[in-house]
T-cell receptor
């Protein structure tokens, strides 16, 4: 069935360093790839997304890259800050139902 | 706009009891979804709806039923709760015009004893 693998499950970085989280998807029909940030006890919040006709998208310190051939996409956070500490989820979706298959999440800790 | 709201926020059930979780959205979204979130397993899709009067199974539908009688509401029912259904439940909605971006409710924490 459809599957999204996400790595690493935990990631610790020093404040100011970069963080990279990687996801691989199985369904070649997937064409939309959002990233969500979830703080403890809160709902997931969309932070950035990319569509299959684009290879890279950037929003200030956050960027996402997509390799359709290899079926993987990555989240890049530069100049990390303590408030970036949270759990990050990737997902893959297809047009029509727009249902998501989520990765299992990455707990990011930014050490001051 | 309230966005996506969920009722109740917390609930404790005994094994075998039933309950209904309510999700409401005021964004006129066609699509609605129910997820459960368990530690280390991310969010898993239970059921979803692509429009009023429609429902479909997701990844983990067993033990749950849903109804979408009105476009703005999506109900998740547990007929006979089991301890394995202890989880945090999130509702989300999206629109084709937004390209499938899903907006989440605040969640319901359910404990089944």
């Amino acid at each position: 069935g459809e599957n999204v693998e996400q790595h690493p499950s935990t990631l610790s970085v020093q404040e100011g360093d970069s963080a990279v989280i990687k996801c691989t998807y199985s369904d070649s029909a997937s064409n939309y790839f959002p990233w969500y940030k979830q703080e403890l006890g809160k709902r997931p919040q969309l932070i950035i997304d990319i569509r299959s006709n684009v290879g890279e998208k950037k929003d200030q310190r956050i960027a996402v890259t997509l390799n359709k051939t290899a079926k993987h996409f990555s989240l890049h956070i530069t100049e990390t800050q303590p408030e970036d500490s949270a759990v990050y989820f990737c997902a893959a979706s297809t047009s029509g139902t727009y249902k998501y298959i989520f990765g299992t999440g990455t707990r990011l800790k930014v050490l001051a | 706009n309230a966005g996506v709201t969920q009722t109740p926020k917390f609930r404790v059930l005994k094994t075998g009891q039933s309950m209904t979780l309510l999700c409401a959205q005021d964004m006129n979204h066609e699509y609605m979804y129910w997820y459960r979130q368990d530690p280390g397993m991310g969010l898993r899709l239970i059921h979803y709806s692509v429009g009023e009067g429609t429902t479909a199974k997701g990844e983990v539908p067993d033990g749950y039923n849903v109804s979408r009688l009105k476009k703005q509401n999506f109900l998740l029912g547990l007929e006979s709760a089991a301890p394995s259904q202890t989880s945090v439940y999130f509702c989300a909605s999206s629109s084709g015009t937004s390209g499938g971006k899903q907006f989440f409710g605040p969640g319901t924490r359910l404990t089944v004893l």
